[in-house]
């Protein structure tokens, strides 16, 4: 019951809305303006001061400083906008909006401006240790493109949301590389090494999930860096060259059952020489040990018959 209630109560996190401001060019001309009528006023009271009217020099100097002084405060709103760039703006404490119009702007003086950008940046992790599936030690390393895109979030839903990205980038890593082998055992199953663009897709919607919470999207991810690790490089790599030959072997061995096959039939066929069952044996084996040898095969001349 009291977990339902505090989910029902529980305020809705920070979302971005503009700010309102205006155009920076208008308040410039203004400010500008309240300045110069300050500074005349504060000249006129020294001048009616001089005329022996120090009542209305008085009044004329603190109108003009004050005005001169409002000018002054009401220009520190201004703020200029670079592409890319937006200022989130607090009032005491309350979130009141973000500018995101480029050029000059100004909203109220009293208010803190933080600047933000929005534009794209890269995280690339260290080179991580890890186990994976088969408990196998590997090193990978990622790089991962991202953009801050709700500016609200990013500033007050997370304490730093640059650390908090590479932070939850580094543990997004590890996860994936726990959840898969490096390479599969199984024709079908993912790998690291084998199915790299599945992987990274993966690896970008695990991502978006972790770091929505600051604002950021996920524009792409890569893996950078993979391979075994030291310890057991070299076992690895003996197992990767004995499958390599095992392959090539399975290949050769196909080919030569063809080429044996093939070579039967065209005698059979031509009629070149009558052979029995254990003289098709003998040519089988011959042949098999020319195709599949390693070595060059040495001819040996026979001067009797197969039966001596």
Same mark, same amino acid.
């Given at each position: 019951?009291? @977990? ?14 503009? @700010? ?7 308040? =410039? ?23 022996? *009217? +120090?009542?209305? @020099? ?12 409002? /000018? ?23 979130? *009141? ?6 050029? =000059?702007?100004?909203?109220? +003086? ?17 080179? =991580? ?7 196998? +030690?590997?090193?990978? $390393? ?14 007050? $839903? ?32 993912? /790998?690291?090494?084998?199915? $790299? ?12 999930? *972790? ?22 490089? /070299? ?11 095992? @392959? ?30 254990? *003289? ?18 040495? +001819? ?9």
């Amino acid at each position: 019951m009291s @977990a339902t209630l505090d989910h029902t109560t529980r305020k809705p996190p920070v979302r971005e809305v503009p @700010a309102k401001d205006i155009g920076g060019g208008l308040a =410039l001309l203004l400010g500008l303006v309240g300045l110069l009528i300050g500074i005349g006023l504060v000249g006129l009271g020294v001048r009616c001061a001089n005329d022996g *009217r +120090p009542g209305a @020099a008085a009044g004329l100097i603190v109108g003009g400083v004050l005005v001169g002084l409002g /000018s002054i405060i009401a220009m520190c709103g201004l703020n200029s906008i670079a592409p890319g760039e937006t200022k989130v703006v607090q009032l005491f404490g309350r979130y *009141r909006g973000t500018i995101r119009t480029e050029g =000059l702007r100004w909203v109220n +003086p009293f208010t803190s401006r933080r600047a933000v950008s929005t534009r794209v940046r890269n995280h690339e992790t260290a080179v =991580l240790k890890v186990n994976d599936a088969y408990g196998n +030690p590997i090193e990978l $390393a990622a790089v991962v493109v991202w953009q801050v895109e709700d500016t609200a979030q990013a500033v007050f $839903a997370v304490e730093d949301f640059q650390e908090f990205v590479a932070v939850q980038t580094e543990a997004a890593v590890r996860h994936i590389a726990i959840e898969y082998p490096y390479d599969a055992h199984d024709d079908d199953a993912l /790998s690291l090494r084998g199915n $790299a663009e599945e992987i990274t897709e993966k690896l970008a919607i695990e991502l978006h999930a *972790r770091v929505e919470a600051a604002g950021v999207r996920i524009v792409e991810s890569r893996f950078t860096h993979l391979a075994y690790a030291p310890e057991i490089a /070299s076992a690895m790599l003996q197992r990767q060259q004995a499958g390599a030959i095992v @392959a090539a072997r399975q290949q050769i061995v196909e080919g030569a059952v063809g080429m044996v096959e093939q070579a039967l039939a065209r005698i059979s066929e031509q009629g070149i020489v009558e052979l029995d069952e254990e *003289r098709k044996a003998a040519m089988v084996s011959n042949l098999m040990v020319v195709l599949c040898g390693d070595r060059a095969a040495q +001819p040996v001349l026979n001067t009797g018959t197969l039966y001596q």
